[in-house]
């Protein structure tokens, strides 16, 4: 089965740390760009960041660098975005879908999402 599941959401406390991840199953998640997108109640979608396939370059919202970092552990056919510094803007559900390239529509594949929440 296709499939990508998100994971390692919860709350946090401003300043605190996460670690999510974007697990791949049926497909071999090196082969594609993999992007993070979140989305808070009443927003627009917002693409976070992006890491191209075969360990390309890695992209980032403005809001996002230096506080987030994308990579992939190939070994655990898995994507990681590690959030640090987070504040209360970062709340969101966080997604990871698949494409061919960052700059794709990523249209295809789609966690299910994982719940950030940043409150003191």
């Known amino acids: 089965q296709v499939q990508l599941v998100e994971s390692g959401g919860g709350l946090v406390q401003p300043g605190g740390s996460l670690r999510l991840a974007c697990a791949a199953s049926?497909?071999?998640?090196?082969?594609?760009?993999i992007g993070w997108f979140r989305q808070a109640p009443g927003k627009e979608r917002e693409g976070v960041s992006c890491?191209?396939?075969?360990?390309?370059?890695?992209y980032y919202v403005d809001s996002v660098k230096g506080r987030f970092t994308i990579s992939r552990d190939n070994a655990k056919n898995t994507v990681y975005l590690q959030m640090n510094s987070l504040k209360f803007e970062d709340t969101a559900v966080y997604y990871c879908?698949?494409?061919?390239?960052?700059?794709?529509?990523?249209?295809?594949?789609w966690g299910q999402g994982t719940q950030v929440t940043v409150s003191s």
């Open positions: 879908a698949a494409d061919a390239r960052c700059g794709g529509d990523f249209s295809g594949y």
């Open positions: 049926g497909f071999t998640l090196d082969y594609y760009a």
């Open positions: 890491i191209q396939s075969n360990n390309g370059s890695a």
